[in-house]
Nanobody
Framework: QVQLVESGGGLVQPGGSLRLSCAASGSITSRNTMGWYRQAPGKEREFVASMHSGGYTNYADSVKGRFTISRDNTKNTASLQMNSLKSEDTAVYYC??????????????WGQGTQVTVSS
């Protein structure tokens, strides 16, 4: 089992910045992907960004150029720097940790979520 704890959400004005952090603990493997998803009211949960332990990153088109994901493999943490925030970025943001295990396929773990509200 892997436990994820997020921090850093809050209220910010349009054009502002926020930084989210996620700390993973438990049965951490050397190869894994950590990332962020978000869910706005009345919408499906959607992918935001991810980073493999080997360094490969992936971003949703809607956040490219504004959000940056980073991680510290020695501390099992991941961060999401969000700049130039827009009202449409308002959502609950969830940290995700996933691994591929032979026989079981992709295994996902989720944090409890942190609210990000972009409003003037």
């Amino acid at each position: 089992q892997v436990q994820l704890v997020e921090s850093g959400g809050g209220l910010v004005q349009p054009g502002g910045s926020l930084r989210l952090s996620c700390a993973a603990s438990g049965s951490i493997t050397s190869r894994n992907t950590m990332g962020w998803y978000r869910q706005a009211p009345g919408k499906e949960r959607e992918f935001v960004a991810s980073m493999h332990s080997g360094g490969y990153t992936n971003y949703a088109d809607s956040v490219k150029g504004r959000f940056t994901i980073s991680r510290d493999n020695t501390k099992n943490t991941a961060s999401l720097q969000m700049n130039s925030l827009k009202s449409e970025d308002t959502a609950v943001y969830y940290c995700n940790y996933n691994i591929f295990r032979l026989g079981d396929g992709m295994i996902n773990y989720w944090g409890q979520g942190t609210q990000v509200t972009v409003s003037s």
